[in-house]
């Protein structure tokens, strides 16, 4: 069983962003962007959210670029 960390409302809506724009950026689609966050890796749960503070301080380019080379870094995106 996967361990979900619990979200605030704000950090919930965050992480859809971050999908999204991810999803939006790579052509590929929101629900395949999930699976390489929370499934694949542990991005989502050790790092969008634990970072919720700080990130969504930044611009969508910066997080989407820093997100991309999170998932390089973690070998879910080549």
Request: aromatic share 8%; with cysteine.
């Amino acid at each position: 069983m996967m361990r979900r960390t619990a979200m605030t409302p704000q950090q919930s809506f965050f992480a859809v962003f971050c999908i999204e724009a991810l999803a939006e950026e790579l052509g590929m689609t929101g629900d395949s962007i999930y699976r390489m966050l929370a499934e694949n890796s542990d991005i989502l749960d050790g790092y969008i959210i634990p970072c919720y503070d700080v990130l969504h301080t930044q611009g969508k380019g910066w997080i989407v670029d820093d997100l991309i080379g999170l998932m390089k870094r973690k070998g879910v995106l080549e």
